[in-house]
């Protein structure tokens, strides 16, 4: 019988080591999850980094070539309305040289001109609008020197004034370009 008790004592300590040997897997359980979770929610938020990262270098990207297009519709508008200014005030011109002049190159640069500077708005900042309001009126008085009476010819114009305000314009059109590119190339693209 004393063999009964001495097993009946082992099972009654193996039964302690028992929950603390379940208690030390429960617990390694345990870390483990929280490691997992740990690991889990770590990976998320990086990849929600690298995402906004990525995003914003898309925005960047789209930003930089819409600015590109800024500048090259703005320079060749301006070289359009020159010319147009020429041909307006050259007595050699005839009126279907001045209307096709105006159709052919100075209306499609208007409508890239245009087509860009709304663009630009959609993608660029606040202080970027700013800047590209002072482009839209500048644009606009070129505009407004070249074709004025296109149709009609120098025939009354003060051609040295007419030229002396529109190289003005010009100077300021490209100016406030210049002024919204400084801007941007300053701010981080």
């Known amino acids: 019988m004393t063999q009964k008790k001495d097993t009946a004592s082992d ?3 193996e039964r302690p080591k028992q929950r603390s040997t379940t208690f ?7 870390i483990g999850a ?26 960047a990207d789209i ?24 041909v307006r005030l050259d007595p050699a011109k005839s009126a279907e040289e001045r209307r096709r002049q105006f159709e052919d190159k100075y209306a499609p640069a208007n409508t890239d001109l245009a087509r860009a500077v709304t663009t630009v708005r959609l993608v660029t900042t606040p202080e970027g609008r700013r800047d590209l ?8 008085r070129v505009g407004e020197l ?21 190289a003005e314009a010009v100077r300021q059109q490209l100016a406030a370009l210049q002024a ?8 981080a693209l």
């Open 11 to 13: 099972g009654a300590h």
């Open 146 to 166: 070249a074709t004025d009476r296109y149709v009609e010819g120098p025939e009354g114009v003060d051609v040295k004034k007419t030229g002396a305000e529109f």
């Open 63 to 86: 930003r930089r070539a819409a600015y590109v297009e800024l500048a090259a519709s703005t320079n060749k508008y301006v070289q359009q309305a020159t010319q147009l200014l020429s």
């Open 34 to 59: 929280l490691a997992g979770l740990t690991g889990s929610a770590l990976a998320y938020f990086e990849a929600k980094d690298t995402h906004r990262e990525e995003a914003g270098a898309r925005r």
């Open 24 to 30: 030390a897997a429960l617990a390694g359980a345990l």
């Open 180 to 187: 919204f590119m400084d801007r941007a190339a300053d701010s």
């Open 133 to 140: 309001e002072r482009i839209g009126i500048r644009s606009a």
